[in-house]
């Protein structure tokens, strides 16, 4: 206790001394794995080791373009590391001495040669960093005499100093180094110390709670270093299980004007700064022995409502073998659908490991191992369920949604900590197949879900389920809907562009499309072609000419944005590039086209660069590669599209209607295939709806499918995708042309393709986090994905968030407008505030609020609309030609004729 207040009477004194509070607010963090996306907008700065780093991995990111952090190369400057790539140079004479806790020997920054090789063989490799953090520093002291310091710390700063000269325009950091702190000012940028009030036993390599003796030596340090100008970063090491203690600690440091970073004695995983990030991934466990990802069911039946709630999905090969990395950092949860592992013991104690580490983990059908080891989690096991055996229901958690649980063999068990939601009777005893623990829980097979003939049916809603599951608290990122708008998109497979229309033999389907639909509606399309249909070396050289001119006259539109669509047109992507791997006949898998032997360079490089070359007026280039066929590529297809620089897009089943009204069939956004996401499309095409061809106005029927994905739960932008040969038929094209009606008669927010992708790929990197100052919810990304949703109904303030623009109320939720910074900090109210957008069809190009001012500019693909709530505030508009509809409770309706663009100023008193 005694130590307790004297370090609240140390704290109050620092806190008088460090009034100015210099560079403490600024976002860091040190991750010496290679970081996951988030911390490139997690931070501000990030420290980084480059041997685990690789710039040509971070270059196929190609979608982030607007990083928050500065990225800072780790170097060790006074100790060499055997396990470095340059080891092998090093020579004896550079090295004093060994520093067995670490396992590394303390080098001689004195000599000449050490240095020379330093500059030129380490950091001549770090230009494209934006800093360098120089570890270290103090490491002579194990190993030199005291008479001897003076010379090595006269070597540190002049070396120090030929690096500022060098690279003048890095961040400079250094570890510890304060002997030297009074000759580097102007030199670096900042200093770092570690281990202020909780480090590392370097005997057991176990946290220890610092002494009251050495925090207080080290921020006496830490003052005289404050003090001379620089920035201050405090590492603590906290084990990262016990993350309410890392955000004290951090808290502490950030009180005494530092900049503060808590994280694990590695530094392998996402520590906490100013912010912590709220983990929103979720491992999901599939077996590729089964079959394929695509056709998964914990993919194709479950991923959407994780998806929905604001969790990551992240599918797991576990013939892949299982993560051995702490989670917890990144990780809410793990959802496995497996009915046999090959290490039983292995897998649980891998299990309870992730429970023990505060991830949920959740069984979906089967237990995958031994009925001994169900003990271990908590779950008595009393035999199988016979399939004669009647089940009765005695008590349920929730409404039955779309079927009622039916068992045939499962086994019989009951939870010992938990909460029941399904209690059946067999044979005069109750049993417990479905339960929710504070572990996660299970649903045997039959009690959640069910397959019923053809259709695979939820026994319980399913969002309900995971949302009692995962218990989210934090916003989910939303990618359906944009300024209380649905998103709408339009994009066009290549396929038959070079056919002919029926009612109008004299053009192609491509011209019909183009005059009757591309043109007409003026909203943004995605449009491809098929190269082996068009060009020279495809299928019908003789019309080569006239296909390529009409190719041109609609990638000249500019509502069109280009898009290929393969050159071969594969029909089954795995199968044909497993037969041309070894080297059989791929014949009857692609179009027939004479002389060609399939390669995936050819499909996806050559015909993306052919339509460049080609085809694209000089502003444009492909934005989007359409995946053909059954849509399921290979990892190394997905890769090239990274490689390219494009999205990639295409698969997916959504195609719940009238007929199937049922929730399996809404497929998710995507699936990652290890660190490549392919993106599907939102909603099928019309070569569903029109099964296959048989029924050419059947493409009507997506109609019912926007209103299924929008009620009771938005699930789905609306999507109208088609082939070029539905403008071959009359009935087709009067289909496609009520389509576009319909959709245009709601209220959305058109946008082309690849902006939608865009906001996927954000979906999965955008930092979700805490903030330790105040614990407000902080959101951090690129700046594309613009909407959060919360379920339930608040009232935002607008003038005390950042980068909020409005809201609105859509089913049971509330949809949260954000502006294009990326940077967002979420305040609410009991009051609705005097002013806030409710909804526009446009996006955000500028928004700023400025005390009781709040300005808006706002951008539409089509003539612009917008609606706000303005309670006592003064509005200008530019320009001034719209028409204004005042309603009630103080909203008011623009509209615009023909202007697409506006610039809003409201004033509030």
Known sequence: MRFIIGLLCLFSFYMGLFSKSYGKDIAVGFIYREPPEEA?????????????????????????????????????????????????????????????????????????????????????????????????????????????FKSYEDSMIDFLKEIRKKYSNKTILVNRGFEIADKVVGIVDGFVAESLFYGIDVKSMKYKKMSKEDTQWLLDKLSQIKNLGFI????????????????????????????????????????????????????????????????????????????????????????????????????????????????????????????????????????????????????????????????????????????????????????????????????????????????????????????????????????????????????????????????????????????????????????????????????????????????????????????????RSIFELDNVEIASHSFSHPFKWRKIEELSRNKNNTEGYSLPIKGYTF????????????????????????????WTGDCVPSEEAIKLTYKLGIYNTNGGDTVIDSKNPFFSYIGPMGLNRDEYFQICTPIQNENIYTDLWKDYYGYINVISTYKLTDKPYRFKPISIYYHFYSGQKLLS?????????????????????????????????????????????IIRGEGNLRTVRLDKDVKVDIFNSKGVVGFKKINDSTYIHLDNSGDYKLSYSDTLPNFYLIDSNGQIEDFKVEADKVKIRLKSYLPLEFRIFNRNCKVSIEPKNYSLESGAKHIHEYRFKREKEAYVEAYCN
């Open 40 to 148: 490139f907008y997690l931070y501000d700065w990030l420290v980084v080791d480059p041997d685990n780093f690789s710039w040509e991995k971070f270059d196929e990111k190609f979608y982030i373009k607007n990083r928050k952090a500065k990225l800072i190369a780790y170097v060790s400057l006074g100790e060499i590391e055997p396990y470095r790539s340059y080891y092998k140079e090093i020579k004896k004479d550079w090295i004093l001495g060994e520093n067995k806790a670490w396992k590394t020997y303390i080098a001689d920054i004195r000599n000449k040669e050490y240095q020379k090789f330093l500059i030129e063989k380490v950091i001549k490799n770090l230009d494209r960093f934006d800093g360098i953090f120089f570890d270290t520093l103090d490491s002579y002291q194990q190993v030199l005499k005291p008479q001897e």
């Open 232 to 551: 201050v970063i405090v590492i603590d090491y906290v084990d990262p299980k016990n993350k309410k203690l890392a955000k004290e600690v951090a808290q502490k440091i950030y009180q005494l004007g530092f900049i503060p970073y808590v994280a694990d004695k590695n530094l392998q995983t996402v520590g906490t700064s100013i912010y912590q990030l709220i983990p929103r991934k979720v491992l999901m466990f599939y077996d590729s022995k089964e079959n394929d990802v695509a056709y998964s069911t914990i993919h194709r039946l479950y991923q959407l409502y994780v998806e929905y709630l604001g969790y990551i999905p992240v599918l797991q090969d576990i013939q892949k073998g299982l993560p051995a990395r702490f989670l917890a950092d990144e990780y809410a949860g793990v959802l496995i659908r497996l009915s046999k592992v090959e290490n039983e013991k292995r897998f649980i104690d891998w299990v309870k490991k992730q429970i023990d580490d505060g991830i949920k983990v959740f069984f979906l059908d089967y237990f995958p191992v031994s009925e001994d080891l169900l003990s271990l989690l908590g779950i008595n096991y009393y035999g199988i369920k016979s399939t004669f055996d009647k089940a009765d229901i005695l008590e349920k958690r929730y409404n039955y949604f779309e079927i009622e649980p039916d068992f045939d063999s499962i086994p019989l068990v009951n939870v010992k900590e938990g909460n029941p939601v399904l209690t059946i009777k067999v044979n005069s005893k109750a049993f417990v197949p479905f339960a929710i623990t504070k572990w996660g829980g299970y649903a045997l097979e039959g009690s959640f879900l069910r397959i019923f003939g053809e259709n695979e049916l939820f026994v319980f809603d399913p969002v309900k389920v995971f949302r009692d599951i995962f218990n989210p608290d934090f916003p989910a990122l939303d990618i359906t809907t944009e300024n209380g708008r649905r998103i709408l998109t339009a994009h066009i497979d290549g396929d038959a562009f070079f056919g002919v229309a029926d009612f109008e033999p004299s053009k192609t389907v491509g011209e019909i499309i183009r005059d009757k639909i591309i043109k007409k509606s003026n909203i943004p399309h995605t449009v491809s072609i098929v190269e082996g249909e068009i060009s020279l070396e495809g299928l019908y050289p003789e019309r080569s000419k006239y296909l390529e001119e009409v190719a």
């Open 599 to 626: 390669s995936l360079e050819r499909e996806i490089i050559g015909s993306v660069n052919y339509i460049n070359e080609k085809l694209a007026p000089k502003d444009k280039k492909v934005k989007v590669f359409l």
């Open 733 to 777: 094209l009067k289909a496609l042309d009520e389509v576009y009606s319909y959709a245009l008669s709601q209220e959305v927010n058109p946008m082309f393709l690849s902006e939608y992708d865009q906001r996927v790929l954000e979906f999965r990197n955008t930092a979700i986090c805490r903030d330790i100052r105040d614990d407000s919810i």
